[in-house]
């Protein structure tokens, strides 16, 4: 598929992946819309594009906000801004053992991970495939949706649905000039691994910080995933591994069996520091954690 010319809408680009896709895009030649809830990220990423001389406009969008995002589509319409290629990459994560994750996390992860997908295609796909031109959506999905860790269940279960509503998708627009594309990062260096209010209070303060020191020093920038956006989309393909350990993740989902595949990622975890395969905080109160990390934040 050619991106120079064409339309494109990236939703969570005011940091990390999103941000750098927009102006990989832009760059490509695409004529980009850049939504996010972070005005001040927005904001940046249009001063960059302003002086680089690319074309991203920026929007403010909530994704789970099913009216909101038919507006944006009704608005883009009338500018003629309808994306060919539309990059459902907003995301959230928490990190905390399944027991120790509350449901107010679950509901905030399924609405903006899996639901801000649902929404993007169901709002903007019909009109994709209406145009009858070589079009695609990106789904944004992950390394963990192939080999997920311990204390990442939520988060987990959400890509795992992203993958296969891609997949489901993909077949129901097989007779379409649409191609749909999931996309599995790796271990990405993004703030995604710094957000308190995506922590249980269960995990402690070194926990929390063994993690952050893991993914600044193995993972790699946004913009590798970005450009394997890029590439991807030109190429045609249907779902791309990329970064540190995701094609590893690809291999043992092939290759392993399920036993030895946890044993290998439980034994890096605890290596890490971030995964205790025994309880250590016999004697506490439930709900209590040495030293833990300041409570999550209302959702």
Known sequence: MEIAGVNSLVTGAAAGIGRETALALARAGSHVTAVDVEA????ELAREASQAGLDIQTMILDVTDRAAYEALALDLKAKERLPDILVNNAGVGFLGSLFDTPVLAWERLLRINVMGVVHGCQILGPRMTATNKDS?????SSAASANPAPNMAAYAATKFAVEGLS??????LGHSRVNVVSVHPGVINTAIVRDTNGVSPQISAAQFESLQSYYAREGC????????????????????FVGPNARISALLRRLASTSIKRRLTLKLSEKLGFWRSEPSNAGLAVGQSPNPIKPMQAL
């Not at 695609?136 to 944004?140: A, D, E, M, P, S």
């Not at 997949?167 to 129901?172: F, Q, T």
């Not at 995933?225 to 190429?235: F, L, N, P, T, Y």
Request: aromatic share 0%; glycine share 8%.
């Open 136 to 140: 695609c959506i990106v789904n944004v």
């Open 40 to 43: 001040k990220g927005l904001a």
């Open 167 to 172: 997949d489901v998708l993909a077949m129901e």
């Open 221 to 240: 920038h946004p913009s590798v995933v970005a450009r394997a956006i890029v590439d991807g989309i030109r190429a045609g393909k249907s779902k791309i």
